[in-house]
């Protein structure tokens, strides 16, 4: 096994403490069962999938990497990518980070960072969504 299966399985081993947590935090706030699986399944996603992608990227970096997430890998490598797909990942992902930041794993001011973010760019998000639907996504990088 080469070095990134081996830190791959070492990230992922380490991000089932993190999901635990939050599906207890979830516990917490009542939500439908529905709704808290599809939290911790779209966290879980981003976690596992996305962050270990390119490299291995734990969990605390993760705050720094959900705009190129949701702007562009989402959209260009999840065939069920939709303006709801989008906002509801990027509620469980906000979520989630709050309650890292509850816990202190991540600064609070990297989550209110984080809510800026998310805010100011959903537009971004949905605009480069319809590109990619229409066919003119990749313009944009010629």
């Known amino acids: ?31 439908s069962p529905k709704t ?6 779209n966290v879980e996603f981003y976690l596992n999938d996305y962050l270990n992608y390119y490299e ?19 959209i260009e490598k999840c065939a069920f990518a939709s303006r709801t797909s989008i906002k509801e990942n990027a509620a469980s992902i906000k979520k989630f980070y709050q309650c890292m930041s509850e816990k202190e794993y991540v600064k609070v001011q990297d989550y209110k960072k984080l809510c800026m973010i998310l805010r100011e760019s959903m537009d971004e998000f949905f605009d480069n969504l319809d590109a990619f639907d229409n066919g003119t996504y990749w313009d944009q990088f010629l």
Not at 57 to 70: A, D, S
């Open 1 to 31: 096994m080469d070095n990134y299966e081996e830190e791959l399985k070492k990230n992922e081993k380490r991000n089932e403490k993190f999901l635990k947590e939050f599906s207890d935090w979830l516990d917490s706030k009542n939500l």
């Open 36 to 41: 808290k699986k599809n939290h911790l399944g």
């Open 56 to 74: 291995v990227t734990k969990m605390e970096e993760g705050i720094f990497e959900v705009f190129g997430y949701l702007n562009g890998w989402f």
